[in-house]
């Protein structure tokens, strides 16, 4: 059974630092997503990471994957107010199972 | 414009009631997904469609019923079965080839008990 694992579930960032958060899964797969959830609203894309070392960045957020360590990472540069949600990362395999980790709670303090 | 459209956005389910769910798309994609979301809680999946006709269950099947006879209309029933069915429900769906193949997401639909 896959199980995809986030970590921290909780991150409270100061504005201007850097931060990662973390992906874990436990089964072969090159496919990740990366979403970000707004209270009370629905999911919205922000990355697609479809093969080993893949790197996408969009402003100050970067994810990366290592296929081959089964991890994900999504990096926030310079944190700012705007970026507080939650981030989920997702897993596919095989038969098109989509299966989303626990989510990362970010808050953003001044 | 293209997108996937949830409704209602507000359901009250008395005790014993069955409900539907609707979640239809217009982005000519081949899968679908149903994800229940708990407060403060990740998305687990309740059931899921590569194509019309055929669908798999997910995590936690137990207490919901499906059906996919169009390509464009994945609706979710809540039966009675489902003892604690108060939650965010959110319907997916995407493209199962090539290098687009991210989910995009319905508004939700938020269930709750009465």
């Known amino acids: 059974e896959l199980k995809v694992e986030q970590n921290p579930l909780f991150l409270s960032m100061q504005e201007g630092k850097n931060y990662t958060i973390y992906c874990n899964y436990s089964t072969t797969s090159d496919r990740l997503y990366w979403y970000r959830q707004d209270p009370g609203k629905s999911l919205e894309s922000l990355f697609v990471?479809?093969?080993?070392?893949a790197v996408k960045q969009e402003g100050r957020l970067m994810a990366s994957l290592d296929t081959k360590a089964r991890l994900s990472t999504l990096h926030i540069t310079a944190a700012v107010h705007d970026l507080s949600a939650t981030y989920f990362c997702?897993?596919?395999?095989?038969?098109?199972?989509?299966?989303f980790g626990a989510g990362t709670t970010v808050t953003v303090r001044a | 414009d293209g997108g996937i459209t949830q409704s209602p956005k507000y359901l009250f389910r008395k005790e014993g009631q069955n409900v539907t769910l609707s979640c239809e798309q217009n982005l000519n994609h081949d899968a679908m997904y149903w994800y229940r979301q708990d407060p403060g809680q990740g998305l687990r999946l309740i059931y899921y469609?590569?194509?019309?006709?055929?669908?798999q269950k997910g995590d936690i099947a137990e207490g919901y019923s499906v059906s996919r006879e169009k390509k464009e209309s994945f609706p979710l029933t809540v039966t009675s079965a489902q003892k604690n069915p108060t939650a965010f429900y959110l319907c997916a769906s995407r493209l199962t080839g090539g290098a687009n193949t991210e989910a995009f997401f319905g508004q939700g639909t938020r269930l709750t008990v009465v």
């Open positions: 469609s590569q194509i019309v006709n055929d669908f």
């Open positions: 990471l479809l093969s080993n070392g």
């Open positions: 997702a897993v596919d395999i095989r038969d098109y199972k989509l299966s």
